[in-house]
């Protein structure tokens, strides 16, 4: 291999960025607004929602209409690029554990181009759940720290929902929210009738315009297909974009990080990267090293980075990094509402989401779990796709067809008859739940396996505790309930039981992983401190999700964000300062 | 750019998107290398390669795939048929593309002409209609069907999804179902009769605090 070399970038950028969704976007952002020079890796390529979006694509514009592949597990529409599994680049499980389901977005934008724009802030108990049930840890901020920076970014980006003056869910910036749809009425009437609370969600969608830039929402209800208008928030088009547009960015697509340069003192330099296009690797320099390449992706890659100062791997010496590793908790129940067989036909696209949710709203000290979590709810008239209409025998024999009682099964005109009879009546709805952090639940380099690039992979060890089964069994309890209480007959998701962990997701099954480069005061329990700056290297930064002390019964976007802006302009002050 | 501007420019882009296809069309190109902005080449490698395949089921089988696609949805006095709506063209490219269907598909043809023969001494698709009903008849109703059938249940069963997918994502059959979505409007709520009907309504603070549109 004679023509093997490492060709290193003239250039020395003043920060250089590993991935471009919400951690690494915002960070690019704020830095090139400010004037720095920047160079921006991502793994995948360009992605722009207004040339690349599918948006208002037909079912039939699918050969598979709109199924889900391997390419895209949340169907052939979704805006995200991969998912559970990439070509070349494996994962693998510790025998014995739970599988962690790791998903991996390879674009600009990264997931935040199909993400479901839930967009809530963290409460002041969140940032301090130690103190209140003894578990975990505290975060060395609290919600005052960080409510400035959701200020900043409800107005910067745009977010929708009402005041409503609860403690643990902070008031916001808001844009007035949709109207309920139908089947949320019904929900909203019967859960609040036993004392559970409904109120408007919380999206990052333009209910109104906000700047020139970005045009409104016009009701499609594809926001997982990502916008063409930037009717919605996607890092690609709300802050990559603009960021570009300074003249302040490099933005180098197809870059697959390999490791954080270090010199013998122990500080960073750079990243080497390879260029998955060419195939030749590369070196950037630049005096901060910024990482947003997603929870476990910067976790491997400081474990990767390993040199004579960081023996343990980068930002290491407390051992924890791609520990406690945790997802938000999972389970979900439907039906269908015979009110709502046979129904009038009208538009019911609505925003791409639920128009309201419920937040937590019991006190854990009456419960024998110690966390809580929200409720989304689903239903309505969508587009059909690939699965739409089948299994219509397990169906039609059970519920009179206007009036008539069939045997289940059947064909024909007949049959035809029962799909436009059932269409619209099916709801169903998820929990989000905060899982509690544990050192045990991590993911470390596997020693026998690298990917196509030669870079060593993850290997996951996750369980989850009987804090998260027993948060599961409620949640079934719940939805059976409201279920009930809105004259629903459940049709999956009812048999669950503790023989399943009552239909608990897989960790990372919920796509909000966090927590494996946590921040702390202490140095030899946490990797960064209260500012995302690593303990053992003064010039290296992370800004995803790896950051999080704790989870939330929230949905972590918005709070990658906000943390992100607040290190990006500790990182400005800290260059002013001359002190990295 | 204002809302109405910005829908237009969408449209437009829409529209003109489909105008090159129809160019490219003229001039011979394959569908495959047009219009797909929304795929990565990891997927447009993969459909150039799909489509490259030879045909997975002989001409006999689609055929017989053809009949008994318009048994599950016939043309009648609301809409079109399965074979109008493309469905037989849609479960070729399925079968290939999951690949898991192949064998129920294929071994579930083969089990439906040999019950045809050992009734009528032919194989389903050279039946007269009315035999193809009676076999039809035997598979279709799974509480009812004889246990010998059970088979033939189950290769019905997974035909009536196929056939019902395909047939109701296709244009003919998002028309039949009365989906009004996927357009530019928009949102203001329930429609008043819709809400009166089920003995709803939107509160005040909703009323108040919720959008609203001219």
Known sequence: MSDFQVKVAPKKYDAVIVGSGAGGGMAAYVLAKAGLKVCLLEAGPDYDPAKNSAQLKNPWDSPRRGASSKFRPFGEFDGCYWGWEIDGEPYTQTKGSDHFDWWRARMVG??????????????????????????????????????????????????????????????????????????????????????????????????????????????????????????????????????????????????????????????????????????????????????????????????????????????????????????????????????????????????????????????????????????????????????????????????????????????????????????????????????????????????????????????????????????????????????HEMGAVITWGDSDDASNNYGLSNPGNIIHEAGTVRMGNDKKTSALNAWGQAHDCNNLFCVDGSVFTSQADKNITWTILALSMRTSEYILDQMKKQNI | ????????????????????????????????????????????????????????????????????????????????????AKVPEFIEFIVKDMPEHQIPVRGGLRWLDLHSFNKHGKSFVTCSHEQQIGIVDEIAYPKKAKPEHAQGVSFFNKMRDLVTTGYYTSEIGVKDLGYMGNQPNMWNGVPDDVLKQHGLAYTEKELKECVSYN
């Open chain 1, 110 to 483: 990264g997931r935040t181009n199909h993400w479901g724009r839930i967009s809530l802030r963290f409460g002041p108990k969140d940032f301090k759940r130690k103190s209140i049930d003894g578990l975990g840890d505290d975060w060395p901020i609290g919600y005052e720290d960080v409510k400035p920076y959701y200020d900043k970014i409800d107005r910067l980006i745009g977010v929708y929902g009402t005041n409503e003056g609860l403690e643990n869910d902070p008031d916001g910036i808001f844009l007035p929210p949709p109207k309920p749809r139908l089947h949320e009425l019904m929900f909203k009437k019967a859960a609040t009738g036993i004392n559970i609370p409904v109120i408007p969600s919380r999206l990052s969608i333009l209910t109104k315009k906000i700047n020139d830039e970005r045009g409104a929402c016009f009701y499609c209800g594809q926001c997982n297909r990502s916008c063409k208008v930037y009717g919605d928030f996607s890092s690609s088009s709300v802050l990559v974009k603009p960021a570009v547009l300074t003249g302040n960015v490099d933005l180098i697509t197809g870059a697959m990080a390999r490791e954080v340069l270090t010199d013998r003192e122990g500080k960073a330099t750079g990243i080497s990267y390879v260029n998955k296009n060419d195939k030749q690797e590369y070196q950037i320099q630049a005096k901060v090293v910024i990482l947003g390449a997603s929870t476990c992706e910067t976790a491997r890659l400081l474990l990767n980075s390993k040199s004579q100062k960081h023996p343990n791997g980068l930002a290491n010496s407390s051992g924890v990094v791609g520990h406690y590793l945790h997802d938000s908790t999972g389970a979900a129940l439907g039906g269908v509402i015979p009110n709502l067989m046979g129904r009038k036909r009208y538009n019911e696209d609505g925003v791409g989401g639920m128009h309201v949710y419920t937040p937590w709203w019991l006190d854990n000290k009456k419960l024998d779990f110690p966390r809580g979590y929200h409720i989304e709810y689903w239903g309505g008239m969508s587009q059909p796709s690939y699965g739409f209409g089948m299994g219509m025998q397990g169906l039609n024999g059970k519920f009179q067809v206007n009036g008539k009682t069939k045997e289940e099964g059947g064909y024909g005109s007949s049959l035809k008859e029962d799909v436009r009879f059932f269409y619209g009546a099916s709801v169903g709805m998820g929990g989000r739940g905060e899982a509690v952090p544990r050192f045990e639940n991590h993911c470390k380099i596997d020693p026998d396996v690298v990917d196509k690039y030669g870079i060593p992979v993850l290997k996951f060890d996750c369980k989850n505790s009987e804090y998260e089964i027993k948060q599961a069994k409620h949640m079934k309890e719940t939805f059976r309930e409201i279920m």
């Open chain 2, 1 to 84: 750019m204002d809302r109405r501007n910005s829908i237009k420019a969408l449209v437009l882009g829409t529209v003109s998107a489909g105008v090159v296809m129809e160019a490219c069309k003229n001039a011979k190109t394959t569908v495959t290398e047009v219009n797909m902005d929304d795929r990565m080449q990891e997927e447009k490698d993969y459909l150039v390669k799909v489509n490259a395949e030879p045909k997975f089921f002989d001409e006999h089988e689609m055929a017989t795939i053809t009949v008994l696609g318009d048994i599950i949805m016939p043309k009648d006095e609301q809409s079109g048929s399965a074979s109008e």
